[in-house]
């Protein structure tokens, strides 16, 4: 059985810090790609960062310069470390790993929630 597990969440000021981990179970992470995707309320859920079997990784402009994705391959983690936090990043941050070449084998962890307030 695959489980993936963040943990991490919680309420940070706004210019403050803040960092994920994600650990995985059932499965060899190394082989997948990992990332971190978040949902704020009343809006889709999207990407803020991936990191590939490889180590190769992308991130989109909002969260660029602020945000580093990391893995342990060795302890099957997946780290986010958020800083500059903004109350827009305020949502609730879900871990992922997918196969590259297996679509079928997409694993979603259960999420943790930041908030960004003062």
């Known amino acids: 059985q695959v489980q993936l597990v963040e943990s991490g969440g919680g309420l940070v000021q706004p210019g403050g810090s803040l960092r994920l981990s994600c650990s995985a179970s059932?499965?060899?992470?190394?082989?997948?790609?990992m990332g971190w995707y978040r949902q704020a309320p009343g809006k889709q859920r999207e990407l803020v960062a991936r990191?590939?079997?490889?180590?190769?990784?992308n991130d989109p402009d909002s969260v660029k310069g602020r945000f580093t994705i990391s893995r342990d391959n060795a302890k099957n983690t997946v780290s986010l470390q958020m800083s500059s936090l903004k109350p827009e990043d305020t949502a609730v941050y879900y871990c992922?790993?997918?196969?590259?070449?297996?679509?079928?084998?997409?694993?979603w962890g259960q999420g943790t929630r930041v908030t960004v307030s003062s």
């Open positions: 992922n790993a997918d196969h590259p070449l297996r679509p079928e084998y997409d694993y």
């Open positions: 059932g499965i060899i992470s190394r082989f997948y790609a």
């Open positions: 990191i590939t079997s490889g180590g190769s990784t």
